[in-house]
């Protein structure tokens, strides 16, 4: 259900007890900053000013911020799902500079160009107008602070087998994403269990007897826990609102946001993204 808020209720209710379930607790620590560092190896740690404020929109279990928290003075957790910000409490107990919001973007009371830094990592594709929200996150920054995001992409650089096996996917999604948690739950455990993890043993495989591996699907699982296989299933076909854009939409997007000096990562995965607050 979509109010007028810019928010889409069943997929904010899906994240819930999607970090739930999946709190993080079970990661390793080397995993869990191999994937901080994957998303962050953008972000101008040194350009940030003393004492700098910033804020995260979609903390959901805070996996990101244990990494951030210690590094800045003050940080803004925002999620508009109550199970999800009761596990990232939990998760960041440890952090007394973190104030949490349990708010959706729309109904945030920060106030306009206040904040050194934003990041929203895997959460605008999953709101009904992306554009609108990332102008939000633009009217919270300072001119000249940073951006970092990260869109769902189009595979615009992938062949058109890998195009019609998405395609199939999505098709599932749009049904499992329907059930009740629990049903939810076991579909994604399944998928996790019986396609991400026996294909991606098979890519190590092929990859020890010679064979490039990294343009095939699931590639970016190969090297991860079947932990990180389930909460990745779960978020991939567990979510009602799911959409996906190319650089040239995640550009347009920016400038329109008012962002400039916008910059991709070369690595997986795509498309993350740092992009400037015009001044």
């Known amino acids: 259900m979509i109010n007028k808020k810019n928010i889409d209720l069943n997929t904010a209710k899906s994240f819930g007890e999607e970090w739930e379930k999946f ?14 560092n994957e998303y962050f190896h953008l972000f101008p740690w040194d350009n940030l000013p003393d004492n700098s404020e910033g804020i995260d929109i979609g903390c959901g279990s805070g996996r990101w911020d244990k990494f951030v928290a210690p590094r800045v003075y003050k940080l803004h957790c925002v999620e508009p799902a109550e199970r999800a910000i009761k596990v990232a409490k939990r998760n960041l107990s440890q952090y007394k500079n973190i104030v949490y919001h349990q708010k ?3 109904d945030l009371e920060i106030p306009n160009a206040s904040m050194d830094f934003c ?6 594709h999953h709101i009904p107008d992306t554009l609108k929200a990332l102008k ?21 650089n992938k062949s058109k087998i890998f195009k019609m096996i998405w395609k199939l996917s999505d098709f599932f ?27 991606t043993n098979l890519l190590k495989l092929l990859e020890i007897i010679g064979f490039k591996v990294n343009r095939l699907p699931l590639s970016y699982y190969k090297d991860y826990s079947f932990y990180t296989m389930r909460t990745d299933a ?14 040239k939409d995640i550009i347009e ?6 962002f400039e000096k916008i910059v991709f990562s070369n690595k997986k995965p795509y498309w993350c993204f740092i992009a400037i607050k015009r001044k």
């Open 23 to 36: 709190d993080q607790s079970n990661l390793s620590k080397i995993e869990a900053l191999e994937r901080f």
């Open 104 to 106: 959706s973007l729309d």
């Open 119 to 124: 990041y929203s990592l895997g959460v605008l």
């Open 136 to 156: 939000k996150c633009s009217s919270l920054l300072k001119p000249g602070a940073p951006f970092l995001g990260y869109l769902y992409y189009d595979f615009e």
């Open 173 to 199: 999604r749009k049904i499992i994403s329907k059930s009740s948690s629990r049903s939810k739950n076991l579909y994604c455990d399944f998928i996790a269990l019986l396609i991400y993890l026996p294909f």
């Open 234 to 247: 779960r978020d991939r076909f567990g979510t009602p609102v799911e959409k996906r854009f190319s650089r």
């Open 253 to 258: 997007m920016c400038e329109k946001s008012g």
